[in-house]
């Protein structure tokens, strides 16, 4: 049901893959995207059977980490293929599937396509890697301006872009990514809520709980014990 719903998505990729990043599901966009006319010709094939390149290589190492780790992608910023064999950028995000004894069987995934008719905007390059930037080295000091000039932008520019992909604004971001990871490092080691606040770029313990609560409405510890339960 889900497929057949995205099939009338053109503007979005959609995707469920197996353990070993091959595709399990597509939907009727990026069998377009492919070059090709029908699902099966996708089915059972990886990225890198399909696209060149990066375009191949870069989304089936995603998958092997989203796979090998359990961790999500959230809204990365790439290159993908696109109508007429062009690349273009889009948004994508990943979250591993498991059976009902919580193993990691496959993924699911969408590409968010982030170019719009009439939109003559395009994404620079740089910006692809501001972003990682942020998502490896998010407990570090950073504040917008430093993104901006990071990606080469116009603090202007570069506000209004990620408000574009991201219907955020810059320090909003900035937040959000740090929020995420330190829900992941509340579930997965066990550091102190104040060492995590301060692995997150949180410098502010009180700062840090106030944030955590109005994003999850639970405190860091109310929020770790339950994910333990």
Known sequence: MVEALFDHVPDTVFFVKDIAGRYAAVNQTLVERAG?????????????????????????????????TGRPLHNRLELHWHARGRPGWCCTTKLPLRDGAGRIIGLVGISRDLRSPGDRESIPARLAGTLEFLEEEFG????????????????????????????????????????????????????????????????????????????????PTEFRNRSAR
């Not at 089915?43 to 090998?68: C, M």
Request: charge should be positive.
């Open 36 to 68: 090709r006319r029908l699902k099966s010709e996708l089915l059972g094939r990886r990225p890198t059977d399909i696209f060149p390149g990066e375009l191949g290589s870069i989304p089936a190492a995603q998958d092997a980490a989203v796979i090998r």
């Open 140 to 219: 570090e000091p950073m504040s917008p301006i430093q993104l901006a000039k990071r990606a080469g932008l116009p603090p202007a520019r570069f506000a209004r872009l990620i408000k574009r992909i991201f219907r955020l604004a810059p320090r909003q971001l900035i937040t959000q990514t740090r929020l995420a990871a330190a829900a992941r490092l509340l579930t997965e080691s066990e550091q102190s809520v104040a060492e995590v606040a301060l692995a997150c770029g949180f410098h502010d313990h009180s700062a840090f709980t106030r944030a955590f609560r109005s994003a999850t409405g639970q405190t």
